[in-house]
């Protein structure tokens, strides 16, 4: 079966000369929740990004459902990108807009402009729109304006958001980084439910290790841009931990019970 995704070689180096990835390459399959691993600035956000090119790549190919995003035209990359999810950090919301709108805009990709900027929703759209918010829970909070929502209920709109895209794969830029952690499992099961579920392809970035052993089938580990680690859970052993996080981390078995 060939790969959802297909990494190749990828570099990233930025105008100030930062080399963000060097020489990165993996695959994913369709239905894998894959966990991306590292300490802020190992490169994890920049190859998110790369995935769907919000950030253009230096060097290496990136290949999604058979098409090469990394060589696409604007017109293809925006057909690509309707099938690739996003969910960011800071839950990237309009903040003044109700949470229906905001929901709603995962469907820019599907409806012309002016209907968009008009709030000339499809009866279809609508219904889709209730239904994703119904399944992240929060359906009663639809005409409440985004930003009078919770941290851990904004996360729950940009999943909402995604699922409207209808997405192969979803790609969660440290989702959790915010939340405390009650609501960092909660937000996780929401993705585990559309991966398991709905068969999305996840990639996920994390900085804590027992989160990404608890939801990942897979782990990707990045240490200043390189790729160090890519295999199950199980086998994130405390050499590979120590390569990843430094000599001075603790073990795996001790991060495990903090």
């Known amino acids: 079966m060939p790969a959802l995704l297909e990494v190749k070689n990828l570099t990233k180096i930025y105008e100030d000369g930062t080399r963000a990835l060097t020489d990165v390459s993996f695959s994913v399959q369709k239905g894998e929740f894959v966990v991306l691993l590292g300490l802020s600035g190992s490169g994890k956000s920049t190859l998110l990004r790369c995935i769907n090119r919000l950030v253009e790549p230096t060097a ?15 017109q293809e990359l925006c057909q690509i990108r309707r099938d690739i999810g996003m969910i960011f950090q800071q839950f990237n919301l309009v903040k003044r807009s109700s949470v229906l709108r905001n929901v709603l805009s995962g469907r820019l990709g599907y409806v012309d402009t002016l209907r968009s900027t008009l709030g000339l929703w499809s009866a279809a759209d609508m219904r889709r729109a ?11 909070k639809a005409y409440n304006r985004a930003d009078e929502l919770s941290g851990g209920q904004q996360q729950r709109v940009g999943i909402a958001r995604a699922l409207m895209q209808g997405p192969k794969l979803v790609l ?10 009650v609501l960092s499992h909660s937000i996780l099961q929401y993705l585990e439910a559309l991966n398991k579920e709905d068969g999305v392809a996840v990639i996920c970035s994390l900085h804590i290790p027992t989160l990404a052993r608890r939801y990942a089938s897979r782990i990707l580990a990045l240490n200043a841009g390189i790729l160090m680690f890519d295999g199950t859970p199980k086998l994130l052993d405390n050499a590979k931990f120590k390569e990843i996080y430094g000599q001075d981390a ?9």
């Open 172 to 181: 969660a830029d440290e989702p959790v980084a915010s939340l405390d952690p």
């Open 250 to 258: 603790e073990s795996v078995e001790e991060e495990g019970r903090a």
């Open 130 to 140: 209730h239904g994703a918010l119904k399944r992240v829970g929060i359906p009663e």
């Open 60 to 74: 290496g190919e990136i290949i999604f459902d058979g098409r090469n995003t990394t060589t696409a035209s604007f």
